[in-house]
């Protein structure tokens, strides 16, 4: 638990120190929110209506920003490596990075959604449903992320070719994400978007670290 | 200097190890046995492969054929792994630049499993202690700056650094992949005396360096290009 906790906090504290970085993901996702209503024109009625989409785009767009982040550093000084030898086992390590990973890179986007609201028209029981279902479903975001991430880790620009290999992988997650905000669209179909969802994140959080933990591996021989 | 507590005594056996990265056989037909309290100097061309058999011993190679052993004397109780009672000390650092010194130990340290993950099993009684961060950081010659950062150290200290992994948790096996490089003098004789302490508690160390290492207990293992034998002299 002390070797958990430590791969933990470490990654937090090494995100916090680059407090730059994190402040430019909660920019480019703001940014979104920003250029959507510029471009569509100032109908409120329509900017209501894809909200709950522009919110998980831009959610989306900037989790794959940050994916890179993930393990790129670890592996490229040796930190990785010196892992594998750990007193916990390696899947334990990964599992803790992607934990660290969604609090210092999703939680802040997460934080940062009621001013996408303000832009969008959205009012305050759309934003509160937005905000659960981004909780529900980023867990899931990151974790085919981190896959992604992991097999990319040894290439140089594994940053942009690890987007493209998630991409169909996440489309149930923007699916369910979306419909999991929507209101008028029939009884329970909300909820019961909400539970997929919350179904997706769990089996994919509970996959991930031995997906990628067995990647990393491959990749370090 | 840190504790005499010993390790309990074991052995590694490597026998007609052949290794194969991507598709090519880069050793072939090595043997050697290595007792507690004895270290092997790996020497060989660059390139020969000595760094792919410290990482196939530490377990992160797929072996092609042959066999790694690794045998407890008297255990019959636990099942130990190979990987759970080393230390790789890699050419990379594994160092965060943004974090102290004492920072970049503690957590490795805490990884390690500190003072609680001994290298050998047994009761905690029979178990070494530890050296505390600061302590290990004297011993590589740190300890004035135990609150930099460490980016600010320049590749030696670094690799001093590194080496104060050794230090501060207990596991019997040591894998050391060039430990004096861009050491100064100092820096070897360090690393030598760091070595002599850890196989007189009855660790074992493997090192692939070009250095003469004034070590007792030590043979050397030259290795030679696949399809050619690995000689002990």
């Given at each position: 638990m002390?070797?958990?906790?430590?791969?933990?906090l470490r990654?937090i504290?090494?995100a916090?120190?680059?407090?730059g970085?994190?402040l430019?993901?909660?920019?480019?996702?703001?940014?979104?929110g920003?250029?959507v209503?510029?471009?569509?024109?100032p109908d409120k009625?329509?900017?209501?209506?894809?909200a709950?989409g522009?919110i998980?785009?831009?959610a989306?767009?900037?989790?794959?920003?940050?994916?890179?982040?993930?393990?790129r550093?670890?592996?490229?000084?040796?930190?990785?490596?010196?892992?594998?030898?750990?007193s916990?086992?390696f899947?334990?390590?990964?599992?803790a990075?992607?934990?660290?990973h969604?609090?210092?890179?999703?939680?802040?986007?997460?934080?940062?959604?009621p001013?996408?609201?303000l832009?969008?028209?959205?009012?305050a029981?759309?934003?509160?449903?937005t905000?659960i279902?981004l909780?529900?479903?980023?867990?899931?975001?990151?974790?085919?992320?981190?896959?992604?991430?992991?097999?990319?880790v040894?290439?140089r620009?594994g940053?942009l070719?690890?987007?493209v290999?998630?991409?169909?992988?996440?489309?149930?997650?923007?699916i369910?994400?979306?419909?999991?905000?929507?209101?008028?669209?029939?009884a329970?179909?909300?909820?019961?978007?909400l539970l997929?969802?919350?179904?997706?994140?769990?089996?994919?959080?509970a996959f991930?670290?031995?997906?990628?933990?067995?990647?990393l591996?491959?990749?370090?021989? | 200097?840190p504790?005499k507590?010993?390790?309990?005594?074991?052995q590694?056996?490597?026998?007609?190890?052949?290794l194969?990265r991507?598709?090519?056989?880069?050793l072939?037909?090595?043997?050697?046995?290595i007792k507690?309290g004895?270290?092997?100097?790996?020497?060989?061309d660059n390139?020969v492969g000595?760094t792919s058999?410290?990482?196939a011993?530490a377990?992160?190679?797929h072996i092609?054929a042959?066999?790694i052993?690794?045998?407890?004397?008297?255990?019959?109780e636990?099942?130990n792994s190979?990987?759970?009672?080393?230390?790789?000390i890699?050419?990379?650092?594994?160092?965060?630049?943004?974090?102290?010194?004492k920072?970049?130990?503690?957590?490795?340290c805490n990884?390690?499993?500190?003072?609680q993950m001994a290298?050998v099993?047994g009761?905690?009684?029979?178990?070494p202690?530890a050296?505390?961060?600061?302590?290990?950081?004297?011993?590589?010659?740190?300890?004035?700056?135990?609150d930099?950062?460490?980016?600010?150290?320049s590749?030696?200290?670094?690799?001093?650094?590194s080496?104060?992994?050794?230090?501060?948790?207990n596991r019997?096996?040591w894998l050391?992949?060039?430990?004096t490089?861009s050491?100064?003098?100092?820096?070897?004789?360090?690393?030598a005396?760091?070595?002599?302490?850890?196989l007189?508690?009855?660790?074992?160390?493997i090192?692939a360096?070009?250095?003469d290492?004034?070590i007792?207990?030590?043979?050397t293992?030259i290795?030679?290009?696949?399809?050619q034998?690995?000689?002990?002299?």
């Open positions: 002390k070797a958990f906790l430590s791969i933990l990654d504290k090494l916090t120190s680059s407090f970085d994190m430019t993901l909660v920019l480019f996702f703001i940014m979104i920003v250029i209503p510029i471009a569509i024109g009625d329509l900017l209501a209506l894809i709950p522009v998980w785009i831009a989306f767009l900037s989790s794959l920003l940050a994916l890179d982040k993930m393990f550093q670890d592996f490229d000084d040796g930190s990785l490596l010196a892992m594998r030898h750990a916990i086992s899947e334990a390590i990964v599992f990075k992607l934990i660290a969604w609090l210092t890179s999703i939680l802040p986007l997460i934080i940062a959604t001013m996408l609201a832009m969008l028209n959205m009012n029981q759309i934003l509160t449903y905000i279902s909780l529900v479903g980023t867990p899931a975001l990151i974790s085919f992320g981190a896959v992604g991430a992991a097999i990319t040894s290439l620009r940053g070719i690890a987007p290999l998630i991409l169909p992988l996440t489309l149930p997650i923007l369910f994400g979306v419909s999991a905000i929507k209101l008028g669209t029939g329970g179909t909300q909820s019961a978007a997929i969802l919350g179904a997706i994140s769990l089996v994919t959080v991930t670290p031995f997906a990628s933990a067995l990647a591996k491959l990749t370090q021989e | 200097m504790n507590e010993t390790y309990s005594s074991q590694i056996n490597v026998s007609k190890l052949s194969i991507s598709e090519r056989l880069i072939s037909d090595v043997n050697f046995n507690s004895n270290a092997i100097f790996l020497r060989g390139g000595k058999l410290l990482m011993i377990g992160y190679l092609g042959g066999e052993a690794w045998e407890l004397d008297n255990d019959n636990e099942e190979l990987i759970d009672n080393l230390h790789f890699a050419h990379q650092n594994a160092i965060k630049p943004t974090l102290s010194l920072d970049n130990l503690m957590f490795w990884l390690y499993g500190g003072e290298g099993s009761t905690g009684a029979e178990r202690t050296t505390s961060i600061k302590d290990a950081l004297k011993i590589v010659g740190l300890s004035h700056a135990i930099f950062e460490a980016g600010l150290l590749a030696g200290q670094k690799k001093r650094l080496l104060a992994r050794l230090l501060v948790a019997a096996l050391l992949d060039e430990p490089s050491l100064d003098r100092e820096g070897d004789k360090l690393v005396n760091l070595i002599d302490n850890h007189e508690r009855g660790g074992i160390a090192i360096t070009h250095l290492l004034n007792k207990n030590a043979k293992l290795l030679k290009k696949a399809n034998y690995g000689e002990i002299a």
